[in-house]
């Protein structure tokens, strides 16, 4: 349980930081339910964070009745990334570096975090946990799953509001699932 903790602290701490210090200064969406929050508050003035806990109820439900292990560890994820998220919150605005750079950087660090989470059959929540229930059943590459999902929610979200930043949104995704698919594909590495 030790283990499980520390690779959520690690995991969640880079998802705070990548957001906060890279990608939310820009004023730019994320993908999985997050993505469709911000989508629905910025459609219909809906709020970001009921949508958010709304949206996520049917996946823990799901994952309580078909992989209790995995409802577990998500939502012991999910609720430490939020709160890491809310604790690197003094990060948006301190790094000032171009958008296409702060875009790579962010990116990388929060398919680090998740990466290492889905790793360990932990999710931080919401689409991840998802994406980890339908590479359990399907065999595909979890990354490969979630950036599938959050390529359609960007999408989306610039046929809906027609702003050409969101494209940025889609390279953030890309090397999220990128990384998420780099990191669950190796194989366990014995030290000693």
């Known amino acids: 349980m030790l283990r499980k903790l520390a690779v959520i602290g690690f995991g969640s701490s880079m998802i705070g930081m990548g957001i906060n210090g890279f990608i939310l200064p820009f004023h730019l969406i994320n993908g999985g339910f997050f993505g469709i929050s911000l989508l629905a508050n910025y459609l219909v003035g809906v709020k970001v964070g009921v949508t958010f806990i709304l949206l996520n109820i049917p996946v823990y439900l799901f994952a309580y009745k078909v992989e209790p292990s995995y409802f577990l560890n998500g939502l012991l994820g999910a609720i430490i990334s939020g709160i890491m998220i809310d604790l690197w919150i003094p990060l948006n605005g301190v790094v000032h570096l171009p958008l296409q750079t702060s875009v790579i950087i962010g990116a990388i660090m929060i398919g680090m975090g998740v990466g290492v989470m889905l790793r360990h059959h932990i ?19 979890v990354g490969v799953i979630a950036l599938i999902m959050d390529a359609i929610i960007i999408l989306t979200g610039l046929f809906l509001l027609h ?8 390279l953030i ?5 990128f990384m998420i698919s780099i990191i669950t594909s190796f194989r366990e590495i014995k030290w000693f």
Request: proline content about 6%; cysteine-free.
């Open 123 to 141: 999710s931080p929540g919401g689409m991840d946990l998802l994406a980890l229930l339908i590479a359990k059943w399907s065999k595909w590459n």
């Open 163 to 170: 702003d050409p930043r969101l494209l940025y949104s889609l």
């Open 173 to 177: 995704v890309t090397i999220v699932g």
